[in-house]
């Protein structure tokens, strides 16, 4: 299983930005996509996830609101699209897949591949 993500960029507060993320390697359609991030000297942390049954979606509340997980199952793509962009959302993104779900879709433990992230920084 391989995943790539991109979109990463320099964005002023306020604007938007639209993250992918393209796998290989397994049925996008039977497994669970999410995202996470990683700022610096901080823990990587749950951002949004999409269920791989009924595409029911999952945010942090630090990003409810402003970020809609997506995607592709034709494409065997992920997405994020990121709106109302704030400073402390700067970190590295990274997209998560796992086959099935867990109720503890927050923890970065119970993700089986990840891809090798993308930065994004948001400037005040």
């Known amino acids: 299983v391989q995943l790539q993500a991109s979109g990463g960029g320099w964005v002023q507060a306020g604007g938007s930005l639209r993250l992918s993320c393209s796998a290989s390697?397994?049925?996008?359609?039977?497994?669970?996509q999410g995202w996470f991030r990683q700022a610096p000297g901080k823990e990587r942390e749950f951002v949004a996830a999409?269920?791989?049954?009924?595409?029911?979606?999952r945010y942090s509340d630090s990003v409810k609101g402003r970020f809609t997980i997506s995607r592709d199952n034709a494409k065997n793509t992920l997405y994020l699209q990121m709106n109302s962009l704030k400073p402390e959302d700067t970190a590295v993104y990274y997209c998560?897949?796992?086959?099935?779900?867990?109720?503890?879709?927050?923890?970065?433990?119970?993700?089986?591949?990840w891809g090798k992230g993308t930065l994004v920084t948001v400037s005040s």
């Open positions: 998560a897949v796992r086959h099935g779900w867990s109720v503890q879709h927050y923890d970065s433990e119970t993700w089986t591949y």
């Open positions: 999409i269920r791989e049954s009924n595409g029911a979606t």
């Open positions: 390697g397994l049925t996008f359609s039977r497994s669970s």
